[in-house]
């Protein structure tokens, strides 16, 4: 049944501004996916090559993931009923608080239901009035938006320019009281490039500032065992006081968890809003999150099928002098700049039978549109042979 609702005022100032939103190309709509992730996915009907996930171990869709969630969901059920303060905090949980504090050599993990929210959390419970939050430009939203929501004040430092973060916290004076928070993505989500951790942790130190790291894109792929940008560089919980990681990226689950000190992670139980006032993950997903954690850590080959093809994917691009940036992270964006044009790419890339979107502002700075690509060890060389072939093709068209 089709429903019309009668023209208001907020349905015609709604209706210019999407209007603004067609006519800068940066209109967006979702496709509909008509199974799991993978390779390959099928895409309203069509089975396309997939470039654009960031299930980058291919874990997914994993068979022994998928048994592990369907044994959660029989021993815990669907719902987890309430927050994890009320009655929303299982055994199960627990056990996945304890393995992620491992995993990141932190005293203790907490889960949130997903890594906007858990960025959110963090901030706002770390910094407030008279603080100062300072952020790298292109950091992800969520970062960017607790900062805002935490009342302190929002600083940039351009992207990745740490001698300008040092100058900047050099001229700025705090009462006694107030502190610095640094925040930054491990890897940068749209360029794929990493923050210098080594630093970070410098300029932190030297300015008695808390050091923050969303690991978002790091974690699973970088350092032994995937534990992550800070573990790669060796840096202990006392240089990157406070981790944040996703779960539904890397580990092919859902959510996201903070780990540092006993007290972060105390502090966060009692003050985080959007952990005391929200309902648990689903004990289910984190069953299914035990068994991803655990074949992360142990299946080391999927890393390294996956650098391989970055190195392949990277070497055949620049030796076709497609405008590649400068990344060795599974994102490998291929920068177009025109929103137009690079939506005419994205589409002639699906003509060819690979599905690489058209990523464009405000997701991206302004004139910066590009195709991001993304690898993952489901993939095999000759997938790139044909995505490389089919970027010739479009680019150049
Ligand atoms: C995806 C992402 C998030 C958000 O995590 P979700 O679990 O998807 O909400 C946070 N930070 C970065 C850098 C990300 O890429």
């Known amino acids: 049944m089709q429903i019309h609702t009668p023209a208001t005022p907020l349905t015609s100032r709604l209706r210019d501004r999407l209007a603004t939103v067609q006519f800068r190309q ?34 997914a869709n994993d068979p022994r993931i998928i048994a592990a969630l369907k044994r959660g969901a029989d021993q815990y059920g669907v719902g987890s009923g309430a927050s994890h303060l009320v009655v929303g905090h299982s055994r199960v949980h627990q056990q996945l608080e304890l393995a ?16 906007y929210s858990a960025n959110m959390a963090v901030i706002r419970a770390l910094a407030g009035e008279g603080d100062v939050v300072w952020q790298d430009c ?3 939203a969520s970062l ?16 990745r320019d740490y001698h300008q973060l040092q100058q900047l916290l050099r001229d700025t004076e705090l009462q006694s009281e107030q502190q610095h928070l640094i925040a930054s993505d491990g890897v940068f989500s749209m360029d794929g490039d990493m923050a210098d951790i080594a630093s970070l942790t410098h300029i932190a130190r030297t300015h008695n500032a808390c050091l923050m790291i969303d690991d978002a894109h790091g974690f699973g792929v970088l350092g032994e ?51 005391i006032f929200s309902t648990a993950m689903p004990s289910a997903i984190a069953a299914a999150t035990l068994c991803s954690l655990h074949i992360v850590q142990t299946e080391q080959w999927r890393r390294d099928h996956l650098n391989e093809l970055i190195h392949y994917f990277s ?10 940036l400068h990344s060795t992270t599974p994102i490998q964006p291929l920068l177009l700049n025109d929103s137009a044009t690079c939506l005419r790419v994205s589409q002639a890339l699906e003509q060819l039978g690979i599905y690489a979107a058209a990523i464009r502002p405000p997701t991206v700075p302004e004139n910066s549109s590009r195709i991001r690509v993304t690898l993952s060890a489901a993939h095999c060389r000759s997938d790139i042979d044909k995505l490389i072939e089919a970027l010739v093709k479009s680019i150049r068209a």
């Open 138 to 140: 292109l950091n992800h």
């Open 26 to 59: 940066r209109y967006r709509r979702r496709r509909h996916l008509e199974g799991p992730q993978g390779r390959e996915i099928c895409l309203d009907n069509k089975t396309l090559l997939n470039f654009c996930s960031n299930d980058y171990l291919g874990l």
């Open 144 to 159: 960017l938006d607790g900062g805002w929501i935490s009342r302190a004040e929002v600083r940039w430092f351009a992207h």
């Open 100 to 115: 992620l504090a491992d995993f990141t050599q932190r005293e203790r993990a907490l889960v949130f239901t997903n890594g």
């Open 225 to 275: 065992q995937g534990r992550g940008s800070v573990s790669a560089c060796e840096f202990n919980g006392e240089a990157v006081p406070v981790l944040v990681g996703t779960l539904g990226k890397a580990f092919g689950t859902a959510g996201a968890f903070v780990a540092g000190s006993d007290e972060l992670i105390e502090w966060l139980i009692q003050s985080a809003r959007n952990y």
């Open 315 to 324: 070497h055949c691009a620049r030796q076709m002098q497609l405008p590649l």
